[in-house]
């Protein structure tokens, strides 16, 4: 054990800490029994305000994913995203990112009357929609890469007037009903026939879509469990009905503030799914703290205002400080460097901000207009269970502080064992489609577009070569270098084609091209489809589009990227590079800069935090290295089974996958090291509370662990059965997000709750509680 600090005497010691921590929390205690003593006077007004609440939530929470759109792709600032976007302003090219329609007849060859007469008719009615700019199809130019070799597979590339990433998505949408009536025709003809939109705009859609739906499976699957864990808590139905009602509430609530929140800015299409999963597990977990505590204040006979007062008093200081932590955890999210993981925070931290003000003013007002009709309806007698529920806790409090040393080696041994998968999770460059079902319509299409341009044609890498000596990009001095650098591409073993403006067409020579460019301005008049794909408006840039090889790996792929960034013609030429691989590489780059932001940002705030809560040193360090612990398990169990394959099958995982990108930990952390705060602190306060009736550190251990770990072992299961739901959802990415914040939160509410944080107590003594205030 710990030397006990030197401080004043062991029966002054209560009654100098007790003035303290009344000191410390009192500038948050008063405004918050005020909040609450309002809405107990003027319930049904606080409930009627609620309800408008409810209701106007309701109507935005509908049309929330019509604006959830997502973002464009890339790191703002990054040399892959400046590139992008010249590519979209100072090119004319619709192709940089096409809507690909892939089509599949294994019974017709694509030079029959059938299938070529269907493929002409179909790109002439796509034509006709608005939003598209030009197509390409193999029935005008009869292009051998818009077919596969086996002639039973080919490609329409649709190029798109629309700039915008919202119009893009109309575009698929248009795209999709015209080509509707036309795949039913072509299945008339094979009945095996396949036709599907893909491209990132469509992925998008369908992400967004899917995101959406599974969503609302995951809250109708979590919800009747929830009640049952809630029945098993409470004994009657309208006690378990209460924090029920309540998650759904700001749930419903929250879901309308984020679609104000996406009429200002653009928002991610996860942020529908983050809302409702904090939702429903702070909603209910804050309102089953605060009805426990107005139950066991009015088994005291008093007053329902006074029992419901009692509760806020009581229950309002350790939800007001949880929300803060878990605010903060959320706001963490802010410093990264992409806009979806910061509305991702944003609509986070607002969603804990509802629970808690509906924990403090709506769940009073209905206590109160409930009363005595809290109790009606029992399903399971109130106290049956409870006698021997607190005898175990007690049972097990004790022997905990008693092996302190045992405790810790099993229990931190289980936790590490989980965590320590952590130790080998990759996030580089991968080629895998992972993050698309195999049912949805762009991941069919991606599929389908495999067999006819091969695995790696979707991720096309695009070098901007401009010209820095005021010249055109094809004036005479500049022809020579830039047929040199294409040849020296083409070269290049992970290189497969290379289009460009002195790439048109194989054989053509030097002298040709000199001739050709003579006058570049008439060449591109006489040649539109060059200055169109490959020259700027300015006519000082060239497109250099590389496809890598067939057999490139994406390590291959992910270095060429890296080294054409480094590489330029010879000569006064500057190069940008974009398409997936650079854009990956400047997201992770980017990430791995803010990760040491966030995790201080969020570490160093928890620990203002708890000081300003506990008045303790140790108390704050301990509370972070337990969050840090059930994260590292959280994250240990994501990379254990996406990445190394364990108990895929158990997740629906279609196979694992070669990384795992970095917002995946990034949000698992800043989300679960707030959330696992709550039991902390439920928990620590109520130790606190103990220990100031006679300074027994031991006593106040296995008290404050038996009375409120019923209540934690509640929450914790309501918080998984929500998160858990989310682990069936369709999408791998909220696949990933559910299992890493169901086992943190798991491995929180017992291993390090019931046995370490208990166990570490134990071995600080009184230390726990130092310095508090020194008596004069």
Known sequence: MMEEPSSASSAEAPTVALRTALHASKGLEEPLRLLGSVAIRHPWGTVALWLIAILLGAWGAHR????????????????????????????????????????????LSIDTAPYLDWLKETGRILAAVPAVRRIESFAEGHDERLRSKDRHSTTLLLGLAAMTHSERQRAVIAVRASLAPRAALLAQLDPAARVAVTGNAAADLDINTWSAIGGNRAEKQALPLTLAILLLAFGTLVAAGLPFLMGLATTTVSLGVAWLMANVMPVSNLLGNVVTMIGLAIGIDYSLLMVTYYREHAATAAPITDSARAAVARGGRTIAWSGVTVVIGLLGLLLSPILETRTVGIGGALVVFISVLAALTLLPAALVLLGSRLEWLPVI??????????????????????????????????????????????????????????????????????AVRGENAALGIYVLVRSTDGLPILAAPHLDPLLAYSAALARDKRVGTVSSPVDLQQGLGADEYHMLYADPEQALRDYPDIGNLFVSRDRRAALFQVTPAEGASATDIAQLSRELQARAPPGPFAVLVTGGAAAYEDFNHAMLRSLPRIFAFVVAATLFMLFAAFRSFLLPVKAVLMNLLAVAAGIGAVVAIFQLGWLGSVVGLEHPVSSIPLEIPLMVFCMSFGLSMDYELFLLFRIQQEYYRDGDNN???????????????????????????????????????????????????????????????ALAGRWNWYPGRRPA
């Open 381 to 450: 007698p109130r106290h049956r269970g409870r006698p021997r529920l607190l005898a175990f806790w007690r049972a097990l409090g004790g022997w905990v502080v008693r092996h302190p040393y045992l405790t810790l080696l099993v229990a931190g041994g289980c936790a590490l064992a989980l965590a320590s998968p952590v130790l080998r999770i990759r996030t580089d460059f991968s080629k895998q489609r992972w993050f698309l079902p195999p049912a949805m319509e762009s991941r069919v299409g991606a599929d389908l577009l495999t």
């Open 699 to 761: 006593r106040a251990t296995v008290e404050g662990l038996a009375t409120v770990a019923p209540v934690i072992t509640g929450a914790g299961l309501i918080m998984v059965v929500v998160f858990g739901a989310f682990v069936g959802a369709a999408l791998p990415v909220l696949k990933m997000i559910g299992v890493g914040l169901c086992v943190a939160v798991l491995v929180d509410a017992t291993l390090v709750r019931a046995l370490i944080v208990p166990a570490v107590m």
């Open 64 to 107: 929330l994913p019509q604006l959830s759109v997502g973002v464009e792709a890339g790191v703002p600032g990054s040399p892959s995203k400046r590139a992008d976007d010249l590519l979209r302003s100072e090119f004319n090219n619709p192709f940089i990112d096409p809507l690909v329609v892939a089509v599949s007849a294994p019974h």
